[in-house]
């Protein structure tokens, strides 16, 4: 045997390992989700149902308000993205083409914001947003992620691959620094752009202990909260429920990944970060 | 007056003096060459007269105006970049007007504007293609279009031929002169590459370690180095220079002594110098394999064959020089007579490197006559 492929075989079968090990808490909930709670109680770990049923996601179109469910969590996942991409555009396009004094600074402190805990801020945040009169709204979810420095930096590393002629030569057209950003800038760095602006999207539809301390009533709910009702403290008694209410949970950010996964990963190897 | 003018220019990045003391004056609608070799200050030079970099210190005008704090986008300049910056996500003709929409032209001009480019520079198939669809030449003539259609008063070019092959750049050489004579912009043209500073300048600037060494004609630079390093920068090979002694009528070279002719030795009296360098261009050298009236004796060290022509390495008392030969070349060990021509030779003070100058009577511009002179009695 050629000892070339051997090895070849040898890592395809380690990674055919880490993927099926990635894939079954999801194969998991794809099929308890069609099981009848009995029948999963029995069978837990079966992958194809003995008896399938859609009883599971009737309950959670008829008896949960999920079209509302669903539209808060797309509220504030397509805000806090669309801000968030906007203020990283903006402050990236400042550190990389302005010349002013204390950027470097300004940019280190704006960096080592991201080390920092979100248990820290939280407390802080909560205070902020409850003073405003702003518990129990969905802009009380938003406000606070306005702007982040993780997009800043991403932006920033893909803006800095940009060649300064490039951005010499808008300049001397006499085109404003704006012009040169929405004309020059930002469609050099769309694919950039695109995978921030996803990985923003996934992680604030996925997100559940700031809107768990700020959203308060059913009507306000977002898909990871509906998810909570059915998880109860004592080990779940409507757990296919939950396994159906996760899947749906998971189709869009699934969806989102596997139509722009070529810029999300290209913008993480490029930015030296692995994903 | 769309002349440049640069008064007492200093450009420093912390202690780091890039360009020094710089005075320069560049003409309305002329080629001015910036030559030299990399980080002479030239790139740094034209960037600051592009308003690209500050200036450290010192005054800028551009058509009588100084612009030391004006914006690069209201200095009316264009540019062509060494790697043509051309905005990857554009179409040719997108790149080439971006200027002239951001200035708002009207569209009927811009139309007109962009067809004049496209036949100057053969471009008309092109225009719906992104960059990444062009070969380097190709990319080059779209970054001089877009240069042109601006129709500014001033052209700077940095090192626009140098991603180029040899054929290509002799072809874009020829085609930048003639969109210089058509529109009469003021050209400052940055490279390292004499035979582009020879062809395409009205004056060369030579610039070294920050300081320009001399400022004049290709003619000039090449028959009358003002010093040394002028006389060894252009001109390939290099330039032949040799410490001699100065005596009365005579250059001692090591033991050998040349006799003078009387206008050198007016001219070495009037510098008052003793200690000199002989500088003699290779392609001016002739060797004569008999004895021959007044030469110094020399011995013939190797040889290097160059296709067309030799090199012929040769020593006299310790002067190493060489010279260039198209046929009959001597052999190592040989030994040969070198007589040189006095109306070719140039002499420098060595305490300077300057140039002690040159004898008014001899005519040296005049490069009708066949660049390479041997003699083989």
């Known amino acids: ?64 308000d999920f079209l509302k469910i669903t539209l ?33 600074i300004l940019y280190f402190i704006l960096i080592s914001t991201i080390f920092i805990p979100f248990s820290v801020t939280m407390i802080p945040n909560y205070l902020t947003v409850s003073s405003f009169g702003l518990r129990d709204n969905l802009v009380g979810v938003i406000l606070p992620q306005l702007a982040d420095a993780t997009g800043i930096f991403l932006i920033r590393q893909s803006m800095r691959t940009i060649p300064k002629s490039i951005l010499e030569v808008a300049g001397m057209e006499n085109s404003s620094s704006f012009k040169t950003l929405r004309d020059v800038v930002v469609p050099l760095i769309k694919p950039a752009i695109i995978s921030t602006s996803i990985i923003f999207f996934i992680n604030s539809w ?5 809107p768990v301390l700020v959203l308060k009533s059913k009507s306000m709910f977002t898909l990871p909260l509906a998810l909570q009702m059915y998880i109860s403290s004592e080990g779940g008694t409507e757990f296919t429920i939950a396994m159906a209410v996760s899947v749906l949970t998971m189709l869009v950010p699934l969806t989102l990944y596997l139509v722009f996964q070529k810029y999300i990963i290209s913008t993480f190897t490029a930015s030296g970060i692995k994903g | 007056m769309k002349d440049i003018v640069l008064e007492n220019i200093h450009k420093s990045y912390g202690t780091n003096q890039v360009v020094e003391d710089l005075n320069l ?8 060459i910036l030559l030299g070799p990399s980080g002479c200050g030239k790139s740094t030079t034209l960037r600051m007269i592009a308003g690209l970099e500050e200036i450290t210190s010192g005054k800028l005008y ?20 060494q790697n043509y910056a051309l905005f990857p996500h554009m179409t040719v003709e997108d790149n080439i007007t971006y200027g002239l929409k951001v200035h708002k032209y009207p569209k009927s001009e811009i139309e007109k504007r962009l067809r004049d480019a496209f036949e100057m520079l053969e471009l008309t198939e092109l225009g719906k293609r992104k960059p990444k669809d062009l070969s380097g030449g190709q990319r080059q003539r779209v970054a001089l279009a877009r240069a042109i259609v601006k129709r500014s008063d001033f052209l700077l070019l940095d090192e626009p031929l140098s991603n180029l092959d040899a054929q290509l750049r002799q072809h874009a050489r020829k085609e930048l002169v003639k969109i210089h004579k058509k529109y009469n912009q003021t050209f400052v043209y940055v490279t390292h590459d004499q035979i ?22 290709p003619k000039n630079v090449y028959h009358m180095p003002a010093n040394v390093f002028t006389a060894k920068f252009i001109g390939s090979p290099s330039c032949n220079i040799v410490s001699v002694e100065h005596d009365a009528n005579y250059l001692f070279f090591g033991t050998q002594k040349l006799i003078l002719p009387e206008s050198w030795i007016n001219q070495i009296r009037d510098s008052y110098t003793e200690q000199l360098y002989f500088g003699i261009r290779p392609e001016h050298v002739c060797l004569h394999t008999t004895p021959t009236a007044g030469a110094l004796t020399a011995t013939v060290k190797y040889t290097e064959d160059y296709g067309n022509r030799m090199g012929i390495y040769f020593d006299i008392d ?9 046929d009959n070349a001597p052999y190592p060990g040989q030994t040969v007579y070198f007589l040189p021509d006095f109306d070719k030779i140039h002499l420098f003070d060595r305490g300077t490197s300057d140039s002690i100058g040159y004898p008014v009577n001899i005519t040296r511009s005049n490069l009708n006559e066949p660049a390479y002179q041997y003699k083989f009695a």
């Open chain 1, 1 to 64: 045997m050629n000892p070339e492929k051997d090895r070849q075989l040898g890592w395809h079968v380690l990674l055919l390992i880490i993927v099926l090990l990635s894939l079954a808490p999801i194969l998991f909930a794809v099929s308890n989700s069609f099981k009848t709670l009995g029948d999963a109680y029995n069978t837990v770990l079966s992958i194809i149902p003995r008896n399938p049923t859609l009883e599971n996601y009737l309950h959670v179109f008829t008896r949960l």
């Open chain 1, 206 to 210: 996925n997100e559940y202990v700031w």
């Open chain 2, 196 to 217: 582009e500073a020879m062809t395409v300048g009205d004056r060369i600037a030579l610039m070294y370690e920050g300081n320009l060494k001399m400022v004049d004609s």
């Open chain 1, 72 to 104: 808060n969590t797309f509220i504030i996942a397509s805000s806090v993205t669309l801000f968030k991409t906007t203020t990283s555009i903006l402050a990236a396009y400042a550190f990389v083409s302005f010349q002013f004094k204390g950027k470097s």
């Open chain 2, 25 to 32: 004056t560049v003409a309305e609608g002329e080629r001015l």
């Open chain 2, 318 to 326: 310790g002067c190493e020089m060489v010279g260039i030969c198209e």
């Open chain 2, 62 to 81: 551009m058509g009588d105006q100084l612009v030391n704090q004006v914006a690069s986008g209201k200095r009316n300049v264009s540019m062509v970049f």
